[in-house]
């Protein structure tokens, strides 16, 4: 990669370094139930949150259900995960965009579907910023590097020496183009000049698979994705991609520890409404999700799960949203991924 690509790629990933840093540090003190306006009767029937990812057990469905889960202990009312699987997102984030905006409807989405997808698709059915109204902003969870425990690699040095040593011999898999998997080996090889074969799976169970068995040598996988192969010995753990370390793995260092603060990546999650809600709603489901954020057992269940809590009033979404959609437009483009 030329100079110019990698001083532009160092300069993406600082700010995205930063960006995650200053959501999960910021100091402003969330609104609590009792400073919300009133929004009537709201809820008097169950409240439906959009998952745009299909059910059985992926981090997006997990942690979704986790949130609803605590969300129905607080509003005295169901609430039911309706899972929209679909082109990386877009088939749900287009329901929630379109879904009546009365609070009955919330999507629950992401950085890949809100934030990379814009840079992915020419024609996006939906405008993350115009289509959605933010309401707080949930948590995020890093990526983590993995390698196949036969390799002679235990430290992120030892890793981007075999790099150099041997120019496209290590195969990192991925869920796709533009995936936090693949977008998070893409800025190692820039920041470092390694050369690597990128290998997208459908699924990130059948590249963890191909992991074990040795077919290619490493992911950049969500922590969600590998943690029990790491804690079982099946693989060998070699950063975790944030500037803190995880509850789940918290013997594994992180890239900022290990002297590659530009090396942070994860996926981080938010709720929506559609445009045009009644600003008191807003408010009211923000006070919800920023009681359930702060609350010690909840939490404690979300960072079993690999997520970092945050939380925050509906603008500090706005604002970090509209930063992240910048910053991984930058990945994307020096990545080359595209999807038409």
Known sequence: MIPTRRRALLSAASGLTLGLASAARAQTAPPTPAEAPSSGAWPNRPVRIIVPAPGGGGTADTLARVFSQEMEKRVGQRVLVDNRGGANGNIGALAGARATPDGYTILWSWAGTLATGPALYKDLPFDPEKDFEPVALIGNVPNVLVVNKDLPIHSLQ?????????????????????????????????????????????????????LLAGRIQAMFNLITGVAPQVRAGAVTPIAILDDRRSPQLPDVPTTAELGMPGLVFGTWFGLFLPKGVDPALLRRINAVANEILADPAARTRFEEQGMTPLGGDPARLANFLHEEIGRHAALVRQSGARNE
């Open 158 to 210: 030892e890793f981007g020496d075999y790099a150099r040593a041997h120019p496209n011999g290590i195969n990192f898999g991925s869920t796709g183009n533009g995936s936090s998997m693949h977008l998070a080996g893409e800025l190692y090889k820039s920041l470092t000049g390694a050369q690597m074969v990128h290998v997208p799976y459908a699924a990130p169970a059948a590249g963890v698979t191909d």
